[in-house]
């Protein structure tokens, strides 16, 4: 079993919906979540994070972390096209924290 | 653009071979991670360095190696290439010590693909 579970998609909604992107993992000892943003044939790049449980908003995007379900979600309200991406969710520990997890990443594509 | 630069872009090689990859972190940065990222495996974490000395590994094959520089460039060989080793190698960079800040983030260049024959 992989410590970080994400549905890979793809998953396709029309521009202005919400959308709604999550992981569920298995080692406790995660305290640091994360979730990257990867354009096709880019790099990933950070679009939030969240120390432990709780939410945290930037615009339009609402990260979610619920350690006692071991559960993490990215929402993004008022979707547009150039939010078509894919999505990976990334977490560690304090004594791995050179060592980010990441999900599998899900697919993500939003119809003008 | 991350500030980080990766080379060559593309690779084409036959198994059994041997390819060296290269990464230049970003201005400042002294960690450097290498990640391979595969469409069954996902984003795997391969070897980290700090400041030229390696300070966490992941499930790196022996069969794969890597160094850091004096001037805090990296390399990745891969040798020994079989066909699963085709992948996108992703080189990341950070400020700290810690591997990853505060804020989480790892700066990843563009990837080098990799396409063993």
């Known amino acids: 079993q992989k410590e970080v579970e994400q549905d890979p998609g793809p998953l396709s909604v029309p521009e202005g919906a919400i959308v709604s992107l999550n992981c569920t993992y298995s080692?406790?000892?995660?305290?640091?979540f994360m979730w990257y943003r990867q354009y096709s044939r880019k790099g990933p790049e950070l679009l939030m994070y969240?120390?432990?449980?709780g939410n945290k908003e930037d615009g339009r995007f609402t990260a979610q972390v619920d350690k006692s379900s071991k559960y993490i979600s990215l929402f993004i309200r008022d979707s547009q096209p150039s939010d078509s991406a894919t999505y990976l969710c990334?977490?560690?520990?304090?004594?791995?924290?050179?060592?980010?997890?990441f999900g599998q990443g899900t697919r993500l594509t939003i119809n003008p | 653009d991350s500030g980080v630069t990766q080379t060559p872009k593309h690779l084409i090689t036959a198994t059994g071979q041997r390819v060296t990859l290269r990464c230049s972190p970003r201005?400042?940065?002294?960690?450097v991670y290498w990640y391979q990222q595969s469409l069954d495996q996902g984003l795997q974490f391969l070897i980290q360095?700090?400041?030229?000395?390696?300070?966490a590994k992941g499930n790196i094959l022996e069969r794969f190696s890597a160094q850091q520089f004096p001037d805090l460039h990296s390399e990745l060989n891969l040798s020994s290439l079989e066909l699963g080793d085709s992948a996108l190698y992703f080189c990341?960079?950070?400020?700290?010590?810690?591997?990853?800040?505060?804020?989480?983030?790892?700066?990843f260049g563009e990837g080098s693909r990799l396409t063993v024959l």
């Open positions: 990341a960079s950070s400020e700290g010590l810690a591997g990853v800040s505060n804020t989480g983030e790892l700066f």
């Open positions: 080692n406790s000892a995660f305290q640091y």
């Open positions: 969240t120390y432990s449980s």
């Open positions: 990334a977490m560690n520990s304090i004594q791995g924290a050179q060592k980010l997890v």
């Open positions: 201005s400042g940065d002294l960690s």
């Open positions: 360095y700090y400041n030229g000395e390696e300070r």
